[in-house]
């Protein structure tokens, strides 16, 4: 058995602040504004595992009104949709995401975040493409980026 999750996460960017994506501090002079890090595709991994399972989303468990979440690494997040998911019997088949950032290009930090993505998660199908918004909007103008993820789990044996 088969179940297909989806996550969104956009945050708006600003100077000063830590750029982190996959677990991965990103040297820029913009990072995101959030409660937590901001990692935008931990965030909508985790909430593509949750919504697989029908558990929810990152805001139900990690609420940005606790302050014990207030800069938290997202990584725990990820952490606790995985223990729900394999509580739950599933496994994840693949992972396939779009960072959508117009600066800084990814490419060379893309090993790193699957890397760091496989340790979490257990998955070794990982597909993350790095896409910029051709200066449109506010991804474009670089005052926030985005990240969409679609997960595949799989019933364990």
Same mark, same amino acid.
């Given at each position: 058995m088969y179940k297909i999750g989806i996550g969104f996460d956009i945050h708006r960017l600003e100077e000063g602040k !830590?750029?982190? @994506?996959?677990?991965?501090? @990103?040297?820029?002079?913009?990072?995101? $504004? =959030? +409660?937590?890090?901001?990692?935008?595709?931990? +965030? =909508?991994?985790?909430?593509? &595992?949750?919504? =697989?399972?029908?558990?929810?989303? @990152?805001?139900?468990?990690?609420?940005?009104?606790?302050?014990?979440? !207030?800069?938290?690494?997202?990584? &725990?997040? /990820? !952490?606790?949709?995985v223990k729900i998911m394999k509580q739950e019997g599933y496994e994840i088949e693949n992972i396939d995401a779009y960072i959508l950032l117009q600066k800084p290009k990814l490419l060379s930090y893309r090993q790193k975040i699957i890397e760091n993505t496989q340790k979490l998660t257990g998955c070794s199908n990982i597909f993350l493409k790095?896409?910029?918004?051709?200066?449109?909007?506010? @991804? *474009?103008? *670089?005052? =926030? *980026?985005?990240?969409? /993820?679609? $997960?595949l789990l799989k019933k364990q044996d």
């Amino acid at each position: 058995m088969y179940k297909i999750g989806i996550g969104f996460d956009i945050h708006r960017l600003e100077e000063g602040k !830590k750029l982190i @994506i996959g677990g991965v501090e @990103i040297p820029f002079e913009k990072g995101w $504004v =959030a +409660h937590s890090d901001g990692d935008i595709f931990f +965030h =909508a991994l985790t909430d593509a &595992i949750l919504g =697989a399972l029908g558990k929810g989303d @990152i805001g139900e468990l990690f609420p940005d009104t606790k302050e014990e979440n !207030k800069n938290k690494s997202s990584d &725990i997040f /990820v !952490k606790e949709a995985v223990k729900i998911m394999k509580q739950e019997g599933y496994e994840i088949e693949n992972i396939d995401a779009y960072i959508l950032l117009q600066k800084p290009k990814l490419l060379s930090y893309r090993q790193k975040i699957i890397e760091n993505t496989q340790k979490l998660t257990g998955c070794s199908n990982i597909f993350l493409k790095g896409k910029t918004f051709e200066k449109l909007g506010d @991804i *474009g103008q *670089g005052k =926030a *980026g985005a990240c969409e /993820v679609i $997960v595949l789990l799989k019933k364990q044996d």
